[in-house]
Nanobody, 123 residues
Framework: QVQLIESGGGLVQTGGSLRLSCAAS????????MGWFRQAPGKEREFVGVIGMNGRPVYYGESVKGRFTISRDNAMNTVFLQMNSLKPEDTAVYYC????????????????WGRGTQVTVSS
């Protein structure tokens, strides 16, 4: 069983930056692609990005491309999401995921999920 624990969320002003971390335990997650999704109140879960097992490939959702960067440290069993130039519309709960069984952009295909961390961007 894999456990994913997100951290690093918080309140930031427009234009600011945050770095989210996702610490994995219970299995060697270097064998899984790992992704990030987010969900704002009243909206569907949105694909943020995903990173392959050895750091490649990396894909991003259109709304975050050029502003967010995903990386991973397999020795630490940790995945990171660096978020720059944050906007109020980035406000959401951010979830870490692992082990997709299908399209990497489809949240339904991921087997493991963290509980999420809140990111709030004030205008």
């Amino acid at each position: 069983q894999v456990q994913l624990i997100e951290s690093g969320g918080g309140l930031v002003q427009t234009g600011g930056s945050l770095r989210l971390s996702c610490a994995a335990s219970g299995h060697i997650v270097s064998t899984y692609p790992m992704g990030w999704f987010r969900q704002a109140p009243g909206k569907e879960r949105e694909f943020v990005g995903v990173i392959g097992m050895n750091g490649r490939p990396v894909y991003y959702g259109e709304s975050v491309k050029g502003r967010f960067t995903i990386s991973r440290d397999n020795a630490m069993n940790t995945v990171f999401l660096q978020m720059n130039s944050l906007k109020p519309e980035d406000t959401a709960v951010y979830y870490c995921t692992a082990d997709p069984d299908g399209s990497w952009r489809d949240p339904e295909t991921y087997k493991y999920w963290g509980r999420g961390t809140q990111v709030t961007v004030s205008s």
